[in-house]
Nanobody
C-alpha cells in the first residue's frame, strides 16, 4: 500500500510564503521524479514544479523565480517552497510521484487572500 501525505497548505496574504511537504511511503520504487501539480478553481490540473531523480527541475512559467522544488531521497519526501504568493496561486496542490506508476496525494489547499 502506498501513501502520499501532504502538509503545509493554508491561508496566506499576498506576498507571503508557504512550504509544502509530501512524504511518500509504502511500495514505491523506480522513482523517476517527484513534484507538484495544482488545480485552480474552475481550471484544470496543471504542472507546477517537478524534480527528476538526477536533480533536473521543471517549473511552470507562472511560478519561475518564486517557487523552488526540492527532495529528500532518503525519506522519499518532496518539498515546494512558495514565495511572493499572489491570489493567482490559489489552488489545490497535489503531490505527484512518478514511480512504477503515477501516484497522487490527496491534495492540500493553498489560499492567497488579503
Amino acid at each position: 500500500q502506498v501513501q502520499l501525505v501532504e502538509s503545509g497548505g493554508g491561508l496566506v496574504q499576498p506576498g507571503g510564503s508557504l512550504r509544502l511537504s509530501c512524504a511518500a511511503s509504502g511500495n514505491i520504487h523506480s522513482i523517476a521524479g517527484m513534484g507538484w501539480y495544482r488545480k485552480p478553481p474552475g481550471n484544470q490540473r496543471e504542472l507546477t514544479a517537478f524534480i527528476r531523480t538526477r536533480g533536473n527541475t521543471i517549473y511552470a512559467d507562472s511560478v519561475k523565480g518564486r517557487f523552488t522544488v526540492s527532495r529528500d531521497d532518503t525519506n522519499n519526501t518532496v518539498f515546494l517552497q512558495m514565495n511572493d504568493l499572489t491570489p493567482e496561486d490559489t489552488a489545490t496542490y497535489y503531490c505527484y510521484v512518478a514511480g512504477q506508476r503515477a501516484f497522487w496525494g490527496q491534495g492540500t489547499q493553498v489560499t492567497v487572500s488579503s
